[in-house]
């Protein structure tokens, strides 16, 4: 079982549509969850992190996470074509020392 | 935040081959990391490299394969050396964080490795 689970899609909306993206993981050690977009053949850019449970809001963008549930969301309100990227999650670990990514997940918003 | 500039962008390279990869952060670092980032996989740490010794390598990774450099502390290189086609893979140098007061890691843009 891998430490961190995504769904790869690709999931494919609506221009204005709300967007849901997850991840579960599984080691109770992870504190920092980070939010990553990637645009094709470009490098990851840091959307949100947030520090262990709780709710953190930027703009459009909201991220959650669910230390009981091992399980983080990051939503998308309002979606917009330029959205369309892949959404990476990432956590680490409260020494810092390990940082696991998930696969990655392929969102298509339609204008 | 950290500006990073890597290249080559992309390359073809036939099999046998070596190709280094190099990366320039406008800022100095103290360290700086390498990613693998296969079609439909996670991103996986090749190796953590720091200025003036050693780079530590994951599970996996071994440096005659991928050998790193850090001569200064805004400039790596990572070699990927006697190239077969499951090398193919992007490739990714990164510097940690702060990025706008957050935790996280800012990244360059990647090099689209072939091996043909």
């Known amino acids: 079982q891998k430490e961190v689970e995504q769904d790869p899609g690709p999931l494919s909306v609506p221009e204005g549509a709300i967007v849901s993206l997850n991840c579960t993981y599984s080691?109770?050690?992870?504190?920092?969850f980070m939010w990553y977009r990637q645009y094709s053949r470009k490098g990851p850019e840091l959307l949100m992190y947030t520090y262990s449970s709780g709710n953190k809001e930027d703009g459009r963008f909201t991220a959650q996470v669910d230390k009981s549930s091992k399980y983080i969301s990051l939503f998308i309100r309002d979606s917009q074509p330029s959205d369309s990227a892949t959404y990476l999650c990432?956590?680490?670990?409260?020494?810092?020392?390990?940082?696991?990514f998930g696969a990655g997940t392929r969102l298509f918003v339609k204008a | 935040s950290a500006v990073i500039s890597q290249k080559p962008s992309r390359d073809i390279c036939q099999r046998g081959t070596s190709l280094t990869i190099q990366c320039q952060v406008d800022?100095?670092?103290?360290?700086m990391f390498w990613y693998r980032q296969q079609p439909g996989q996670s991103l996986t740490l090749i190796a953590t490299a720091n200025q003036g010794s050693e780079a530590t390598y994951e599970s996996g990774f071994v440096i005659d394969k991928f050998p790193i450099s850090r001569p200064n502390l805004t400039f790596s290189t990572l070699t990927v050396s006697n190239m077969s086609p499951e090398d193919s893979s992007i490739y990714l140098c990164?510097?940690?964080?702060?990025?706008?007061?957050?935790?996280?890691?800012?990244f360059g843009s990647g090099t689209r490795l072939t091996v043909v």
């Open positions: 990432a956590m680490t670990d409260t020494g810092g020392f390990k940082t696991i």
């Open positions: 800022s100095q670092v103290t360290m």
């Open positions: 080691n109770s050690a992870f504190q920092y």
């Open positions: 990164s510097v940690e964080g702060p990025l706008r007061g957050d935790y996280g890691y800012t």
